[in-house]
């Protein structure tokens, strides 16, 4: 099957989920396509926001398209909107893009559309490395906006423990604890039910327990760690993992978990997807 991948943007999950993913699939991955390039696929993947822009041109030479919806609100114009008006917002855009399928990236995303789940892999180079004997440094990875309120807590939290708060650590294996969270207009309804998890995700293949918030990511990949809604739990969730014997068995469940969230592990699935996909459109 010729798949071509489209989309764009300078964010991490775009070269993830399409430029990562394309090239283990061995598909034609472009973020200009040609008419060429569509008249060239059997199926046409299109990746988060690029699908209004190139959905006219694939209807026009009548390929079918597969719509990857990470991330498809406006961020973070649409993180206020009710559970109601993101499921009208999400069913607007299907029904104006007309994909034979949608992907979600998150379960309760997939059931909201009647699509297909597909979990967002690790990062490359991840595995689970030795727990330390006692715990030093606390990392947190993505734009540190999303963090609001919550960077100065875990700053200070840190400082009084003598331990080191560091965003966007080169290796998420040099840190001890991993934190995911999210607050003010970075936070909302539709960040804790359709949020990829891709960091629940990395804290997985590197062995660290994570703290963060209740979403439906969470509740569907059961990352290690401490869930919490407030500044207030943050010193009673750090306090938790200080043990290394807790920390230690953290590593050895990762060491079996860590595996179906690698690159070729969730390319492989989403191969599987999208063969049975063409497949069904081509009979």
């Known amino acids: 099957m010729n798949l071509l991948i489209v989309g764009g943007g300078k964010a991490g999950a775009w070269q993830m989920r399409g430029v990562q993913v394309g090239t283990a699939l061995g598909a034609r991955v472009c973020t200009n396509p040609t008419e ?22 694939v209807h026009q030479v009548g390929k079918p398209i597969v719509w990857d919806a990470l991330d498809c609100w406006r961020q973070p114009a649409d993180h206020g909107v009710t559970e109601a ?19 979600g990236a998150t379960e309760a995303m997939a059931k909201a559309c009647d699509g297909v789940y597909l979990p ?9 490395t030795p727990a330390r004997e006692r715990v030093t440094t606390v990392g947190y990875e993505g734009n540190p906006l999303y963090l609001g309120r919550w960077r100065v807590a875990l700053e200070q939290q840190c400082t ?7 965003v966007n650590p080169p290796d998420l294996r040099a840190m001890d604890l991993l934190v995911a969270l999210r607050e003010g207009a970075w936070d909302g309804w539709i960040c804790r039910a359709w949020k990829s998890g891709v960091k629940l995700v990395n804290a997985i293949a590197a062995g660290r327990p ?3 918030q209740p ?15 407030s500044v207030e739990e943050l010193s009673s969730a750090f306090d938790a993992w200080t043990g290394v014997e807790r920390r230690h068995a953290v590593v050895e469940a990762s060491l ?28």
């Open 36 to 57: 060429a390039d569509v008249r060239w696929a059997d199926l046409v993947l299109l990746v988060k926001k690029s699908a209004p822009v190139w959905a006219p041109l």
């Open 160 to 166: 009084a423990r003598g331990w080191t708060f560091v």
């Open 210 to 212: 994570v703290i963060t």
């Open 85 to 103: 008006q993101a499921i009208a917002l999400l069913h607007n855009q299907i029904r104006a893009l007309k994909p034979i399928l949608t992907i």
């Open 120 to 128: 967002h892999h690790s990062w490359a180079g991840l595995t689970p």
């Open 256 to 283: 079996q978990r860590a595996p179906q969230y690698t690159l070729a592990s969730v390319a492989a699935r989403y191969g599987q997807i999208l063969a049975f996909t063409g497949a069904s459109c081509a009979a």
């Open 215 to 229: 979403g439906a990511a969470v509740a569907e990949l059961w990352p290690a760690g401490s869930v919490i809604e």
